[in-house]
């Protein structure tokens, strides 16, 4: 078959571009299709509206084992499962403690003393119109902040 | 070109065209357009219909999870409601080329078939509103069906109808999603499958009268030419998707409306006629438009075949056309963005 360099060229790109496109669309839609445990609602649960938590203030959850610490300018979710076996920490005045063995962390879940080793996780949080989710479906651990300054400017909002 | 590579792209097109049909300016590949948006619809549909659920309870919340939660879940919404805008008014443009261009003549079956798609995009529209169940959609849907009751001796029974009741409800979400999913879906596929079979029926696009006869091979150009057109739609709907988040605002609450309630924004153009006059602008008004256009193929006397724009035996028609197109535009414009609370007029700057 003989093919022209123009037709050879213009085919290509064509094939190219339908080939880029599928693919964009393919990973967009795949994603979405495969994603049910991730967007499952038992992972994600709400915790309340987001003005609720001030500056420098720690609340517990417990019914979902995790509190959420508000810096000055950032809000987070720690998990207040200890590290050591597993119990309930409590919100103490200079972080959490451990009412089964004794085990004492820093206010961001570093550890102070043991038996616990490893410092408490975080969970992954999102804001969205004024109300504070949080991803209790795996725990990450890294704290991971989400700037306040945007609930901030919400607030009052809702 | 050869006959084994005869799929199904090439099997619906004909094997020759008018060369007047690759013209831009001949039809502005609006049909294309649409089709293009419809793909888009069934594709984002179907992936949104994987995690929606149709309860009062949790619609919200739903919708809630789908455009934080989960990856690219804004964007396909994004784009499902863009989409479905711009087959509105890309739809809107289709009709009044055709129109303009005289082109129903000699083809009144498929004029129909055009006036019932361009009535199922309403009620697409319409229905999908309903779904993310938020204060918007709650009085939207409100406002749009209690304009339904106006039409004497059907009217309430159509908004009864719809509603599944007298009033917003339960019932109502679940109706909705049940025409949006499964009658609208399947209508538009047998109407668009009705509508593009007789396009090659009536054998391809209509020509004016002396127009050149010559015919050019369908393979390579024209399809290369609705490719053209339905990329340039995919990449501004992707585009719009990216950049212009669709609103989501507090849930449904039936105790408190908005002031002003007003209609989806296609509707808000007979809302505001029926603030003027509601058996003028309710019920009159919509009812001619409705009749002028089911019937003007049967009133247009004018000689020769469609296909040229603006020709001078059918200005009359045009022009009262135009006057409808430019008469709801402005309407549409007024009720939009000029009416405010009490649905008192005033500049929005």
Redesign the interface.
């Known amino acids: 078959m003989d093919v022209s360099r123009r037709d050879f060229l213009l085919k290509g790109s064509i094939t190219i571009g339908v080939a880029a496109v599928a693919g964009v669309f393919s990973w967009i839609f795949g994603s979405v299709w495969t994603a049910p445990l991730r967007f499952s609602s038992a992972g994600w649960v709400q915790v309340s509206p987001v003005d609720r938590f001030l500056p420098g203030t720690v609340t517990p959850f417990p019914e979902y084992k995790l509190a959420i610490i508000r810096t000055v300018s950032q809000i987070g979710a720690i998990s207040m499962e200890c590290t050591h076996l597993g119990c309930l920490v409590n919100v103490v005045d200079r972080g959490f403690f451990c009412p089964c063995h004794s085990s004492n962390f820093g206010p961001c879940g570093e550890v102070y003393s043991g038996p616990a080793d490893k410092p408490l996780p975080w969970y992954e949080v999102a804001e969205q119109e004024g109300r504070l989710w949080v991803y209790v479906g795996e725990k990450v651990a890294k704290p991971q902040w989400l700037d306040a300054s945007s609930v901030d400017n919400n607030r009052g909002r809702v | 070109m050869s006959t084994r590579k005869r799929n199904f792209l090439v099997h619906i097109h004909p094997p020759m065209i008018r060369e007047r049909t690759l013209t831009p300016t001949a039809t502005f590949g609006l049909g294309i357009v649409c089709l293009t948006c419809l793909a888009v619809l069934f594709?984002t549909g179907l992936?949104l219909l994987?995690?929606y659920v149709p309860e009062q309870a949790v619609a919200y919340?739903?919708i809630?999870?789908?455009?934080?939660?989960?990856?690219?879940?804004r964007?396909?919404r994004n784009l499902h409601f863009h989409a479905a805008n711009a087959l509105l008014i890309a739809g809107a443009f289709h009709t009044m080329r055709v129109f303009l261009t005289g082109s129903y003549k000699g083809r009144v079956l498929n004029w129909f078939y055009g006036v019932a798609l361009w009535h199922l995009i309403l009620l697409s529209i319409f229905t999908g509103y309903l779904l993310p169940w938020d204060q918007r959609s709650y009085w939207a849907i409100k406002v749009g069906s209690s304009l339904a009751a106006y039409y004497p001796v059907v009217g309430s029974s159509v908004r009864q109808f719809l509603l599944g009741g007298s009033e917003v409800g339960p019932e109502t979400l679940l109706r909705c999603f049940a025409w949006h999913v499964a009658a609208v879906p399947g209508l538009w596929l047998v109407l668009t499958s009705l509508h593009l079979w007789r396009v090659r029926k009536d054998g391809g696009l209509a020509a004016p009268d002396g127009s050149s006869e010559a015919r050019i091979p369908a393979s390579p150009l024209l399809f290369?030419a609705e490719?053209m057109v339905a990329?340039s739609t995919?990449a501004i709907l992707l585009a719009l998707a990216l950049f212009i988040d669709i609103p989501?605002v507090?849930r449904a609450d039936p105790l408190r409306p908005p002031n002003p309630a007003k209609a989806p924004w296609f509707f808000v153009g007979i809302q505001e006629m029926v603030s003027h006059s509601a058996v003028i602008g309710g019920l009159l008004v919509p009812g001619l438009i409705a009749l002028f256009l089911l019937l003007c193929p049967f009133v247009d006397r004018s000689q020769g075949s469609g296909g040229r724009w603006f020709a001078r035996q059918r200005l009359s028609l045009n022009l009262v056309f135009i006057l409808i197109g430019v008469s709801q535009v402005v309407f549409i414009i007024i009720g939009q963005f000029f009416r405010t609370t009490n649905w008192a007029l005033t500049a929005p700057w």
């Open positions: 594709l992936t994987l995690y919340d739903r809630l999870h789908i455009i934080t939660t989960l990856r690219f879940g964007l396909v290369r490719l990329f995919l989501i507090g």
